[in-house]
């Protein structure tokens, strides 16, 4: 009797993977995924625009950081414009620095 309830098992077993290949098959999921495409639907390299769109965030953030700092300073020390045109020139170059790092040449390459 435990011979026998150990074939079903094992029947069960197989037929329950056999249906669960049909399945996978079905819908696709055994199936390598596909590699990504080259190009955006657009035209662009998808690296193009992640390379554009890191270098836009690069300058802003700089900007926008240097902005509040020398906004706060000048708040703080009743100094209107001294501090803000300072900063935002000082944000404009840490901004273009940046950039430059991210799209210049890399040392030992």
């Given at each position: 009797?435990?011979?026998n309830g150990d074939e079903?098992?094992?029947?069960?077993?197989?037929?329950?993977?056999?249906r669960?290949?049909?399945a996978r098959d079905r819908r696709?999921?055994?199936?390598p995924p596909a590699p990504p495409p080259e190009t955006a639907p657009d035209g662009l390299s998808s690296n193009a625009l992640a390379?554009?769109?890191r270098v836009g965030?690069?300058?802003?953030?700089a900007l926008v950081v240097a902005l509040a700092i020398g906004y706060?300073?000048?708040?703080?020390l009743h100094t209107r414009p001294l501090f803000l045109a300072v900063?935002?020139?000082?944000?404009g170059a840490a901004g273009v620095l940046n950039v430059w790092r991210v799209v210049g040449p890399r040392p030992g390459k």
């Open positions: 009797m435990s011979q079903e098992q094992e029947r069960g077993a197989a037929s329950f993977e056999a669960l290949a049909a696709g999921l055994d199936q390379l554009g769109l965030v690069e300058l802003l953030s706060g300073l000048d708040r703080w900063f935002v020139l000082l944000g």
